[in-house]
């Protein structure tokens, strides 16, 4: 039986994972370890509010959970030591340098634990991969653990996360499935299911899926590969919606009906963003030009092309319509995450949005609640385009969204934050430069609300 829990890496997947298992099993002893020392002190902070990471009811799990069986440490080594079962749940960015640069993942970090593992293991240790990673990687991890001379028996299990950022808390109490990976040796089988019984102290056995590790790693590139596809199909017909004077809603909404389809992942709007989507597609491309498969690559490639073209039509739009000039104008961005209920914002469209209209020497201001001005300075350096890194200093960073739209040539809804449809629409129109726009990349508004206030209004697909 488990009694200590390692997991590497205290981000969006280990923190909140790591949390809710200490919460279901107070039993086992559970160490959250990074070298990241502020990230590991936000943690630790007496205020569970103001922990590193905002999902909605992550504070109160950890509130429960934390100085009981659930710990936050920089103390690698001693972590790993004790631990009966360590989770790697580390950065896999896609590759910057090298062969596969664009597309492979980064999996440096990868083998850093590995081979950290290898070296602090004094006794037999189950293995678990929880960062998302390429088929086989796996195979990688057990070469490395197996040749380290010290006669410590490894097992390499694959339990890759389905968490949606904004409801991670929620999907981890009651999953769709919960997916585990791993050899099919009496040895894997036995490790497959000691990690079984800990999440079966929540989680119904039906839910609990058991494969060979090949299969688990694959899996998790596939669903995010479909979840995206179906996000990029809807956009492309967008497009197509406003050329012909056919809504995009209502389209959605028709198709959305047929049981063979269903209605998730399709609203339309200026495009995905997030940690996974993107890296795991180009992740998903690479393997297939890897073995050949030319065609399967091409079909996989074309969705991040039309997530790219959506974001940068949306911004084209907004230069069209303000008279073909943003030179000088102040355009509002309501919204910087990713998505709603995070404070996430890897991929995010409003970065690239950002980055056009910076280009076309636009003065940004941006409102998020959940986002720092440090962390939008960072986005716009760490893209590294000519536009961001010079006019970046041009972006400013308001924590009143009154303050933010006001003496705005025009506002763009970048993230679907619930609060920005409570907003007193009148008084933002009052303070806005006339004619007042609104752009809305997320379909949140309400269309004929706004124009009868005086905007005019413009939203993906209609």
């Not at 030179?327 to 469209?349: C, H, P, Q, V, Y």
């Not at 004619?435 to 269309?447: H, I, K, Q, T």
Request: charged share 25%; with cysteine.
């Amino acid at each position: 039986m488990i009694k200590n829990i390692c997991c590497i890496g205290a981000g969006y997947v280990g923190g909140p994972t790591m949390a809710v298992i200490a919460q279901k099993c107070p039993h086992i002893k559970v160490t959250v370890v990074d070298l990241n020392e502020n990230r590991i002190a936000a943690w630790n902070d007496a205020d569970v509010e103001n922990i590193p990471i905002y999902e909605p009811g992550l504070s109160t799990v950890v509130a429960e959970a934390r100085g009981r069986n659930l710990f936050f440490s920089t103390d690698v080594d001693k972590a790993i030591d004790e631990a009966d079962m360590i989770f790697i749940s580390v950065n896999t960015p896609t590759k910057t340098y090298g062969v596969g640069k664009g597309m492979a993942a980064d999996l440096k970090y990868i083998e850093l634990c590995a081979r950290q593992i290898a070296r602090v293991a004094k006794n037999d240790k189950i293995v678990v991969e929880k960062s998302t990673l390429p088929v086989r990687t796996a195979s990688a991890i057990k070469e490395i653990l197996e040749h380290t001379g010290n006669g410590v028996q490894f097992q390499i299990l694959s339990n890759p996360e389905f968490l949606a950022e904004g409801t991670a808390i929620a999907d981890l109490f009651a999953p769709d499935r919960v997916l585990i990976g791993g050899d099919t040796t009496v040895e894997g089988q036995k490790a497959i299911q000691t990690l079984v019984d800990v999440y079966a102290h929540w989680v119904p056995k039906d839910k609990i899926l058991t494969t060979n590790v090949w299969s688990s790693e694959l899996s998790k590139l596939t669903a995010n590969a479909f979840l995206a596809q179906r996000v990029s199909s809807i956009n492309s017909l967008s497009e197509l919606c406003e050329k012909t004077g056919a809504d995009v809603n209502e389209v959605a909404k028709a198709i959305g009906l047929d049981s063979r389809i269903g209605s998730k992942f399709l609203k339309a709007s200026v495009g995905f963003g997030g940690s996974c989507f993107q890296k795991d597609i180009l992740n998903l491309v690479y393997i297939a030009k890897s073995y050949g498969l030319h065609e399967v690559a091409d079909y996989w490639e074309q969705v991040i092309i039309m997530n790219d073209h959506q974001k940068r039509r949306f911004a084209t739009n907004i230069i069209k319509t303000l008279y073909n000039t943003v030179s000088g104008k102040n355009i509002t961005f309501l919204g910087w995450a990713f998505k709603k209920d995070t404070n996430d914002t890897r991929e995010s469209a409003a970065i690239y949005v950002a980055d056009d209209l910076l280009s076309e020497q636009a003065i940004i201001r941006v409102y998020d609640p959940k986002v720092s001005e440090d962390q939008i300075q960072y986005d716009l350096n760490y893209l590294a385009t000519r536009s961001s890194v010079q006019n970046a200093q041009g972006v400013q960073v308001l924590q009143d969204p009154y303050e933010a739209c006001k003496d705005a040539h025009a506002i763009a809804v970048l993230t679907e934050w619930d609060e920005f449809k409570t907003y007193d629409w009148q008084r933002i129109y009052d303070g806005m430069l006339k004619p007042a726009f609104v752009f809305d990349g997320r379909n949140l508004l309400n269309r004929s609300e706004l124009e009868a206030i005086g905007f005019t209004y413009y939203a993906i697909g209609n």
